[in-house]
């Protein structure tokens, strides 16, 4: 049986702390499907979705254990259609413990099947967020450091 691991976020954008979290795993499972969840309509996205599917798509072109796609459903529900048994998530300090053990809490319940596996931060990317990212980029900052593809 093929272990495939679920790696949802909102990836807006995917960054390179994002990227080794995706590579770590390939370590440790047959294939990754990288989820970028969204509400429809609900939250502003700073960089559209399809661009960022097609950005992460070129990031891991050379590697077919990694798949991009988009959903608008329950992570539990979207993991059970996929045959995902794990969902990768990655920790960076206490704040994300907290929020990743509350969902980690709720997935299990949603899907007893579910098993959340979390990956420490590598030290060189600890303080990458998405968050900080817009906040910079929308004030023309150069960002390109800090993601895994060039955005233009
Ligand atoms: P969400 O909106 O679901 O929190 P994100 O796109 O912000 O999604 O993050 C997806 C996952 O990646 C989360 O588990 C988050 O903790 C993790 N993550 C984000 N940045 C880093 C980083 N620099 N190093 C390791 N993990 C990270």
Request: glycine share 6%; charged share 25%; aromatic share 12%.
């Amino acid at each position: 049986m093929k272990r495939i691991a679920l790696f949802p976020g909102s990836f807006d954008p995917f960054t390179k702390g994002h990227e080794d979290i995706v590579l770590r795993g390939t370590q440790l499972f047959d294939e990754i499907i990288i989820a970028i969840g969204y509400n429809s309509g609900k939250t502003q996205r700073y960089f559209p979705i399809d661009f960022m599917v097609g950005k992460i798509r070129n990031t891991f072109s050379d590697n077919p254990a990694v798949k991009v796609e988009t959903y608008a459903e329950l992570t539990a529900e979207y993991a059970k259609k996929n045959g995902a048994k794990y969902l990768l998530r990655g920790l960076r300090n206490t704040t994300d413990f907290e929020y990743e053990n509350s969902i980690a809490q709720v997935n299990k319940y949603l899907n007893a099947e579910l098993e959340s596996v979390f990956l420490i931060t590598s030290p060189k990317f600890a303080s990458i967020s998405s968050s900080i990212i817009r906040e910079v980029h929308k004030y023309n900052g150069d960002v390109s450091g800090l993601l895994p593809y060039k955005l233009v």
